[in-house]
């Protein structure tokens, strides 16, 4: 069994399908491995063990009497800030210690029967690039314990990572799929804003947050895309999009594509970080692919209009945890010190929304929000300009390879963790992080980026990468 891991969705499947394994051992296999590396790892904030033997008995006695989903029996992990009924959302914070959902996400309703190995552990409120802000406590990178997984969503990468899950879904506002992806040293994909529902997913930032998969191979993320996407009319933001057929994109060949490689992206890397994607992009070329460099020179404006736009939107939607309706209820004699004493954020995030409520205050800072936008909206007309002259841009999914546990970092310096990856979400554009090299024995992520709705390019072009290269099957030594 322990080849298990080692194993494609789409060999999962053909298992399962021919009955040859059943949703119970995998499930179990899972379970164990999750427990196996929890007290090194904490990638978990809740494993749901009775939730998903229950779903995984539910799949193999439908198998008997009908043809099931693709990815069905298939265990899944998910990130504790979609919710899954019956199972804890904490969203990493003890505000929502206690809160115990009573509906699925839509996306786990497309995942019904998925069993649910668990809720992994994020930043709180999904509000960091590290890992370090969970209330129950750091994930540690399976590639070295010392180092942190990426954030936030950190428990997301770093259990398909160590093997403790075949697939996991993470949530992206500036980065936090990708990021954790290239920490780890596995596949991230960030859809298209709209592509994929956010119903049942605790908005941090609205107009940025958007629900992708991780798991060891773009292959893999297609088949996870093709159950988890679509229109949802039950989600103001969720587009009336046909689907395509992701599987048809996966298709080793990049002959006549056009790569952009932005230069400004490039020269703020750490030397090796540039290099491997750099050798990355001179493969893809010798398969036929056209490489040429292009300009993206804003790296303080990405990061001015993150900050603005980000953090107003949480301040508005983290109102809601006052006391009253749910999550923690502190104690006061007046309505002000209910809320105050019930607002038991951590620091990221209480230095999130004093900036957010700044910006939205209107006097010191007139029409912050408002400029921020405009900020976001200019740079996704230079980046559709940029698709004029390139099919898909190519660089470094982070500045760095995963950094170490101990020490604490300037707060400016973790948003500009996320530099590279936020113009994809102020765009609404598909990205995507695959591994592609080392560095100091540390996974390093390259990042595809494609205009909207255009997965189908990203699909191919990492399809043909991890054909050409075997990054994506390397396995940490902490979890062999």
Known sequence: MNELKSLSLAELSELLAARKLSSVELTS??????????????GYITITEDLALA?????????????????????VAVKDNI??????????????????????????????????????????????????????????????LQRVPG???????????????????????????????????????????GRV?????????????????????????????????????????????????FRACLQADVRGLRLGLPRENFACCDEEVAGAVEEAARQLELAGATVHWVSMPYRDEVVTAYL??????????????DGVKYGYRGQGQTLDELYTSSRIFGATVRRRLMLGTFALSGEDCPACYEQGLRLGRAIARHLDSLFRQCDVLLLPTAPTVAFTLDGEQDPLASYYNDILTIPANLAGLPAVSVPCGLSSGLPVGMQLMA??????????????????????????????
């Open 308 to 321: 603005l736009i980000a953090t107003a939107e949480a301040a508005s939607n983290l109102a809601r945890f």
């Open 83 to 144: 919710v899954a009924r019956g199972a804890p959302t904490t969203c990493a914070s003890r505000v929502l210690e206690n809160y115990v959902s009573p509906f699925d996400a839509a996306v786990v309703e497309k995942l019904s029967l998925n069993p649910l190995l668990g809720k992994v552990n994020l930043d709180e409120f999904a509000m960091g690039a590290d890992n370090k802000t969970s209330a129950f406590g750091p994930v540690r990178n399976p590639w070295d």
């Open 451 to 480: 205009p909207r709705f255009r997965e189908d390019l990203l699909l191919r072009v990492g399809h043909t990468w991890q054909c050409l290269t075997d990054w994506h099957q390397r396995w940490p030594r902490e979890v062999n």
């Open 197 to 245: 529902s956010r119903r049942g997913l605790v908005a941090f930032a609205s107009s940025l947050d958007q629900i992708g998969p991780l798991a060891r191979s773009i292959a893999d993320c297609a088949l996870v895309l093709q159950a988890i996407c679509g229109h949802d009319p039950a989600d103001a933001t969720s587009a009336r999009q046909e689907v395509p057929d």
């Open 151 to 193: 954030g936030s969503s950190g428990g997301s990468a770093a259990v398909v990572a160590a093997g403790c899950a075949p697939f996991s879904l993470g949530s992206d506002t500036g980065g936090s799929i990708r990021q954790p992806a290239a920490f780890c040293g596995v596949t991230g994909f960030k859809p298209t804003y």
């Open 55 to 75: 779903t995984a008995r539910r799949a193999d006695e439908l198998r008997t009497r009908e043809e099931l989903p693709l990815l069905a029996g298939i265990p």
């Open 29 to 42: 296999y899972y379970l164990e491995r999750s427990r196996k590396y929890q007290k090194d790892i904490n």
